[in-house]
Every structure is written in C-alpha cells, then in structure tokens.
C-alpha cells in the first residue's frame, strides 16, 4: 500500500492545488486527509467545494468541530471568518466526518492523538516562552514515553501498526518502543502559529513550501517521504492581507512567525488556532 496523508490545509486552496499535483506524480493508491481542514482567512468554502469533490477518506479536527458547535461568539476570528463562508452544503459534509478512521488493520488516522482533537502527539509545550520564533520557543519534540501515552491502546501489538496524525503542522515521525510509528506529514495550508495551549509557545517550520507525507509499506515496514512543495504563497499572503490577517500573511510568505495573531476572547481559550 502506497499513501499520501495530508493535514491542516486551513483553507489555502493553492498549496492544496500544489500539493495535489505532486501527489498525483507519486502514483499513490489512496489520500488520507486528517482534518483542520477549512480554517483561516482564505479560501475557506472554495477548499471544501474541491476536497468534497474528490471524495477522499476525511476526519475531522478541532476546527470542524468548532464551527459546527460553537456559537459564532465564542469563535476565533480564523472559525468566524470561515462560518461566514459555509453553506448548508459544506456544514452538512463536516458534519459527516469522523474523528478517527481505520483506513486498515495497521493504518490509524486522528488529528491530535487517537483521544483528543486538541492534544499534541509528537510536540510537547514547556514553559519559558521567551519571544518570537528562534530559541526559546515553549515547545519541543515529544520523548518516546510521552508519545507512548498519548497512542494509548491504538494499534498496540500490531507488528508495524502507522499513526497518522496532524494538528501541529510540524513535519515529524517518531517510532514507539513496542514498533508503532507515529507520522505527522505537517501541514499543506499553513507553515506556522502562535498558540497558548499548555505554555505560550510558537510552532514555525522555517519554510513556506506545503508539506505532506508519502508512506509505502515495504517488507521492513513503513517508509515515509516527508514533502515539501512550492507554491503561490505570496497569493495566499495578499489575501490574508485583505482580510486583515497580517500574522497569516508573515508565516505564509516565510514559514516563521513574525507579528502574532490578535488575542482570543477569553472564552475560547485553549481552542484559539
């Protein structure tokens, strides 16, 4: 089995464009997308209209769940900005998505861990936050024991058992001590955030490309290809300017933080991104 897995495209119909192109030069048999699908101040109703075209194996994230049961109020300005844009054809679609998928015996797919759509797998925030991007940054990588608690029993004694997961838009993949490998393709949309989930902390991947992942199963078990793919990112960046999102604007043309999005209401907290 040959898969593509992508994550987090927030609306940024380019990079989902881009990234199609590269996957269908890869000759996979199947794309898996693993939510946070149409957040942000982009191209919101546009990115659904084509994903629910092709039909492909969906989950829901955080900001699905958001938009569909959160009152306008309480959302962040990226959910407002795209609630405004829906149809009942589009709330219809996220509504049918699942929260995990088994795509099979040994493929798991969920968007922050298999038990919650919030948590991070494979990133852990520390405290000190000092300042923006570079050095101290409030987060690092998740150690194996960390990541061993967040899998639970998802996939436990499957000899080559694949977690995908997204959310943190960070390209990684990190192997359990029992064999389980844990895979983050990254995001396609958006190279970077802000968020005070746990501690203050910044998430950037130092680069604007699109990221998604490869994955083939061979006899050892599974190779991964993490991608990057070059798109219109200025395109994408003008329009967050249009729509006031200058801190969408900086980490789409650079892939780091530069100015910091707008503080959330207090009520939601902990579901700002």
Known sequence: MKLAAISDIHGNLPALDAVLADIAAQHVDLIVNLGDILSGPLWGAA????????????????????????????????????????????????????????????????????????????????????GVGRGANGVRMATQAEATERAGPALQGVAHGLILCGHTHMPRLLRLADGRL??????????????????????????????????????????????????????????????????????LRTGFIGRLEAPAPPSTAGDAR
């Not at 569909?68 to 795209?82: F, G, I, K, N, V």
């Not at 005070?196 to 006899?219: F, K, M, N, S, W």
């Not at 190779?223 to 249009?242: F, K, M, Q």
């Open 47 to 130: 990115t659904a209209d084509r994903l629910m075209a092709l039909g492909l194996p969906t989950i829901a994230g955080n900001h699905e769940r958001q938009l569909l049961t959160h009152p306008r109020e309480r959302l962040s300005a990226s959910d407002a900005h795209t609630a405004a844009e829906l149809q009942p054809r589009h709330r219809d679609w996220l509504a049918g998505l699942p929260p995990t998928l088994a795509l099979s015996d040994e493929v798991h797919c969920c968007h922050g861990t298999p038990a919650s759509d919030l948590a991070y797998f494979l990133e852990t925030t520390v405290p000190g936050f000092t």
């Open 182 to 251: 844990i895979v983050n393709p990254g995001s396609v949309g958006v190279q970077g955030f802000d968020d005070d989930h746990g501690h203050p902390h910044v998430i950037e991947t130092g680069a604007p490309h699109a990221r998604y992942a490869v994955l083939e199963r061979g006899p050892a078990g599974w190779n991964v290809t993490l991608r990057a793919v070059a798109y219109d990112w200025e395109a994408a960046a003008r329009r967050a300017e249009l729509e006031q999102r200058p801190d969408w604007a900086d980490v």
